[in-house]
């Protein structure tokens, strides 16, 4: 292992960091972060916008490892799913239509991304035609029942 460390270190390479999740192996009592992903100080400079994430897998206690290239989108807002929409009219045919629209691709995580993010993308905008601004509906609320 003091080989592989100087190695490291005689290249120059340092390690990419994975966002979104500590450990890329666990078991029942211990998780451990045994995967890594390293580069040149070169290639960080080519590549600088790379985004190292994790996908979930129900076939193996190690968690797979998906390096973007210019995935990085700043200041993107969050997705904000409202437990109380599957009761409203037109929830599931929106869900449904969005869904659909979205194409098959070769790689199955690629094709559910895509369908994931049509999907938030058309539930953002029927929240805002249908139901408004929670937050400022909550306030409102609030200020009528104070009063």
Request: one cysteine or more; hydrophobic letters at 40%; a positive charge.
């Amino acid at each position: 292992m003091g080989h592989f460390r100087r190695l490291i270190n005689d290249l120059g390479l340092k390690e990419i960091l994975l966002h979104g999740r500590k450990f890329t192996w666990a078991n029942n009592h211990v998780s451990v972060k045994l995967d890594r992903v390293l580069c040149s100080v070169e290639w960080e400079e080519l590549f600088s916008n790379c985004l190292l994430q994790f996908a979930a897998s129900d076939d193996s206690d190690h968690c797979p490892l998906i390096l973007g290239m210019n995935d990085i989108k700043l200041r993107q807002r969050r997705f904000h799913f409202e437990s109380f929409w599957p009761k409203l009219q037109g929830f599931q045919e929106v869900v449904e239509e969005a869904w659909n629209s979205a194409p098959v691709v070769p790689c199955p995580f690629e094709t559910l991304y895509r369908k994931l993010q049509a999907t938030s993308k058309k539930l953002q905008g029927w929240s805002q035609k249908n139901v408004g601004h929670v937050k400022t509906q909550i306030g409102l609320a609030r200020e009528v029942l104070h009063q």
